[in-house]
C-alpha cells in the first residue's frame, strides 16, 4: 500500500538556521502531496501541499517541490523562527485513485533563540 | 459549524469500559477520517468514510473498534471493553472530495485516557 517516510525527529535548530526535513514516498498511482503542521496545543492545519510533478508548495517561508524521479516532498525553510517549533507531518493521498490521507510518523522541530 | 467538531475533549475511563467519541465533521464534507495519536509517535489511520461508499476499516486495530457514520455527517468511534494501550489522542478530519489536493480539516481531538 501507499506509505509515507519522514526523517526521524527532533530536529534541534537555533533561530535563523536553515531547515529540511527529508520526505519520501511510494504510491502506486499519482498522488497529491502535503505537509501538515501541529502547533504545541494546537489540532493539525495544512501547511503546504502540491498536486503535480516539479509543483513548489509555498506558505510561511516554508516551500516543497513534488519529485517524481525520486519521490520526494522535502521541506525547506531559509530562516527558521521560534515560533516555527512544532511537529510536522509529510502526507499523501490519491495514490491509488482513492483521497485517502497517508501520513507519515512526524518530526518534531525545536527551534532555541 | 465553522471547523471539525470532537468530543469530548477529554475522557478518562476505567479498563473494560466502552467509550464513544463523536466527531461533527464541516458540514458538506464528504469524507471523513479517523486517526489515532500516542503520545511520542505519529498518526494511525483508524478508518476513512466517503460519501455511500463502504467505509475502508483497514486500520482498525482490532474489533473491539467500530465506527458509524450517520445521515452522511456525525460519526462516532467506538471502543469496546477499554485497554490501556488504547490511550492516545483521537483524531477526526473531513475533507470535501473530488478534487486532487482537497485538504482536510482536523478537530481538536479527544484525550482518552484508560486507567
Known amino acids: 500500500g501507499d506509505s509515507v517516510t519522514q526523517m526521524e525527529g527532533p530536529v534541534t535548530l537555533s533561530e535563523e538556521a536553515f531547515l529540511t526535513i527529508n520526505c519520501t514516498y511510494t504510491a502506486t498511482g499519482y498522488p497529491s502531496l502535503f505537509w501538515y503542521v501541529q502547533y504545541p496545543g494546537e489540532g493539525l492545519q495544512l501547511l503546504l501541499k502540491a498536486t503535480k510533478a516539479d509543483d513548489k508548495g509555498s506558505n510561511k517561508g516554508f516551500e516543497a517541490t513534488y519529485r517524481k524521479e525520486t519521490t520526494s516532498f522535502h521541506l525547506e525553510k531559509g530562516s527558521v523562527q521560534v515560533s516555527d517549533s512544532a511537529v510536522y507531518f509529510c502526507?499523501?493521498?490519491?495514490?491509488?485513485?482513492?483521497?485517502?490521507?497517508?501520513f507519515g510518523t512526524g518530526t518534531r522541530l525545536l527551534v532555541s533563540p | 459549524g465553522a471547523g471539525v467538531s470532537q468530543s469530548p475533549s477529554n475522557k478518562v475511563t476505567e479498563k473494560g469500559k466502552d467509550v464513544e467519541l463523536r466527531c461533527d465533521p464541516i458540514?458538506?464534507?464528504?469524507?471523513l477520517y479517523w486517526y489515532r495519536q500516542s503520545l511520542g509517535q505519529g498518526l494511525e489511520f483508524l478508518i476513512y468514510?466517503?460519501?455511500?461508499?463502504?467505509?475502508?476499516k483497514s486500520g482498525l486495530p482490532s474489533d473491539r473498534f467500530s465506527a458509524e457514520r450517520t445521515g452522511g455527517s456525525v460519526s462516532t468511534l467506538t471502543i469496546q471493553r477499554t485497554q490501556q494501550e488504547d490511550s492516545a489522542v483521537y483524531l477526526c478530519?473531513?475533507?470535501?472530495?473530488?478534487?486532487?489536493?482537497?485538504?482536510?480539516?482536523f478537530g481538536q481531538g479527544t484525550r482518552l485516557t484508560v486507567v
Open positions: 478530519a473531513s475533507s470535501a472530495q473530488g478534487a486532487r489536493g482537497t485538504e482536510a480539516f
Open positions: 458540514s458538506g464534507h464528504t469524507a
Open positions: 468514510f466517503q460519501g455511500n461508499s463502504a467505509p475502508d
Open positions: 502526507a499523501l493521498s490519491g495514490g491509488t485513485g482513492f483521497q485517502k490521507l497517508v
